[in-house]
């Protein structure tokens, strides 16, 4: 029942925004994912994540585990150990144990983090070029393809932020569409559903 109400609502949103729509309002469909896989280089961010993974991530858990046994080990043999000290000891082996029973969690968390900062670089000009396609085309709302449920939506707004960034070697499709707005002077693009303009970018980091 909770989830038919969710969908009645979702469904009531996107009817209200439609019906509010008017000649002073333009929506845009825009995610960085459509554009993020065309951008030269963008094959090196697995890579680096992966490597990350390996020299960095990998030797951390190993260096947990170490500690927890030196920890462990300390602990059994502790009879003329200071109270204190068993206190301290005690409190180091439940962070290192925590840790690593919650390893999968905190590596995700970790390679989305170290994900991001690889890409901050290509998502630079990306969110640049939009600046200057809302500006130029009068954009008042930004959307994410998936955040309504209008059966059609626009690939406008991803295509013109294409234009803007002239990357070399696009797919002969996109850039035909591209031409549509240069050469025949079109405020509106072929439609798909999604504005699913490119192949989706690097995987976000999984359990692993």
Known sequence: ???????????????FIGSSVNAQ????FFD???ILSLMPGITKVDTLLQK???????????????DLKRVDSMLKDSSKLPTSLKITLKKEAAE???KLQNWQQ???QVLQQKQEQLLAPFKKPIYAALQEV??????????????????EKSDELPLRVLAKLKLPNLPK?????ISAFNGGGSSTAPKSNGGGAAKPAPKKPGKG
């Open 1 to 15: 029942m909770k989830k038919v109400l969710t969908v009645c609502v979702a469904i009531a949103a996107s009817l």
């Open 25 to 28: 309002t333009k929506i845009g």
């Open 32 to 34: 960085d994912q459509q």
């Open 52 to 66: 990350f993974a390996t020299d960095s991530l990998a030797p951390e858990r190993d260096q947990l585990m170490e």
């Open 96 to 98: 290192y144990y925590y």
């Open 106 to 108: 905190y590596q995700t």
């Open 134 to 151: 809302i500006s130029e085309q009068k954009y008042t709302v930004i959307l994410k393809p998936e955040s309504v449920l209008w059966a």
């Open 173 to 177: 499709e996109i850039q035909d569409q």
